[in-house]
Every structure is written in structure tokens, then in C-alpha cells.
């Protein structure tokens, strides 16, 4: 079974400045795919960043990059140029790449970006 | 567009009354899920399927049933709601044929059950 911990239940962050989330996860396995995903106020959930356990290079989406350290299983998510609308709750995720159905999610951290 | 549509979108029922929430799916998805969120437990999985007629527990499968009889749609049947069901659902669609598994999440039901 895999296991997600996000151990900051709330951040928060003044605008344009840059903020870390940190998630990490337990796995046996080889073949993994690690999300990103943000859900703002209006409840909807949003596809942030994706990466393939595979792939050696960290992900990047614009604003938001991720640092992925397999051995320690470790994935985290930088926000650089904060921005209001970043206010959300964001999920990290993990789903093997074998069975797109079953995924693990974190608990969540809230972050607020501050005028 | 492509979309996951859930209904209702809210929902007060009372203990023991029968439900169902349907989700729907136009990507042509082999994969659906179906998650609830309460505070401070993120989302936990329900039930998922794999495709027509085949489907598995997630981490939290009790008081909850689920069918796959079109490609497209998989409903969540709560036979006897009960207060603790009182949550925020999602319904989700994913296919690993691209290389991407990402899934694709409906809008969400708040169901209230008193």
C-alpha cells in the first residue's frame, strides 16, 4: 500500500515572493506517476504538475516546479512570483503508472498568498 | 469538452434513505473513481473502476456501492446513508493509455445526511 504525508496543514506566503510545499510518500514500487493538484475556493479540483517516477528531470509549469528526490522519496512543490489567485488548498498525489484508477492522496495543504 | 459531470450537486437526504449520485464521462476513459473529502482528511478513494463490469474498493468502500454498466458512467449508491456519509464527493476519469494518468474531476456533491 503507498502511503502520501503533506506535514504543513496551512502555509502562507506574501505576494510575488516564493513558497515551498513539501510532500512525501512510501511506495515499493518502481512505476509511478507524483500530482500536483489545486482546489480553490470554489471546490473544483485542478491538475498543477505531474511527474514520472522514470524521469530524472524535476517538472515544470511556468510558475511552479517540483523537486523530486526518488531515493528519498520526496516531492515537493515551488511556487515562485506568488500570485492571489495561488490561494487554494493543493494535494499531492501518487497513482502507479499500471492502473490509472487507484491513487493515494495527501491531507492537504492550505495556502494563502497575502497582498 | 472534455468534462466529468456529477449530479446532484447538493444533496440533504435523511438517515436510511436511499441514493444515488451519477457521474458521467465524454473522454472515453477506461477508469473512474469515486473520492470523498472531509477536512483534514484529504481525499480518501471509495471505489474505482477499471472498466465496463470491473470494479475494486478503494480505502474507504463501506456503506457504499458502486456499478460500471456503460463506459461512461458510474454511478455511487448509498443504499442506508448515514450522518457520518455527511461529505464532499468527487467523481474522476483517468485513462493510462496516453502516459499521463491524469484524472479529471468533477465539479463535486455536497450531500448532507441528517
Known amino acids: 500500500a503507498q502511503t502520501v504525508t503533506q506535514s504543513q496543514p496551512e502555509m502562507s506566503v506574501q505576494e510575488a515572493e516564493t513558497v515551498t510545499l513539501s510532500c512525501t510518500y512510501d511506495t515499493s514500487e518502481n512505476n509511478y506517476y507524483l500530482f500536483w493538484y489545486k482546489q480553490p475556493p470554489s471546490r473544483q479540483m485542478i491538475l498543477v504538475i505531474r511527474q514520472e517516477a522514470y524521469k530524472q528531470q524535476n517538472a515544470t509549469e511556468n510558475r511552479f516546479s517540483v523537486n523530486f528526490q526518488k531515493a528519498a522519496k520526496s516531492f515537493s512543490l515551488k511556487i515562485s512570483d506568488s500570485q492571489l489567485g495561488d490561494t487554494a488548498m493543493y494535494f499531492c498525489?501518487?497513482?502507479?503508472?499500471?492502473?490509472?484508477?487507484?491513487?493515494?492522496f495527501g491531507d492537504g495543504t492550505t495556502l494563502t498568498v497575502k497582498p | 469538452e472534455a468534462q466529468v459531470t456529477q449530479n446532484p450537486r447538493y444533496l440533504i437526504t435523511v438517515t436510511g434513505k436511499k441514493l444515488t449520485v451519477t457521474c458521467s464521462q465524454n473522454?472515453?476513459?477506461?477508469?473512474m473513481s469515486w473520492y470523498r473529502q472531509d477536512p483534514g482528511l484529504g481525499l480518501r478513494q471509495i471505489y474505482y473502476?477499471?472498466?465496463?463490469?470491473?470494479?475494486d474498493k478503494g480505502d474507504v468502500p463501506e456503506g457504499y456501492k458502486v456499478s460500471r454498466k456503460e463506459k461512461r458512467n458510474f454511478p455511487l449508491i448509498l443504499e442506508s446513508p448515514s450522518p457520518n456519509q455527511t461529505s464532499l464527493y468527487f467523481c474522476?476519469?483517468?485513462?493510462?493509455?496516453?502516459?499521463?494518468?491524469?484524472?479529471?474531476f468533477g465539479p463535486g456533491t455536497r450531500l448532507t445526511v441528517t
Open positions: 473522454m472515453n476513459h477506461e477508469y
Open positions: 473502476s477499471m472498466n465496463v463490469e470491473v470494479t
Open positions: 474522476a476519469s483517468s485513462s493510462d493509455l496516453a502516459g499521463t494518468n491524469e484524472q479529471y
Open positions: 498525489a501518487f497513482m502507479l503508472t499500471y492502473n490509472a484508477g487507484k491513487s493515494t
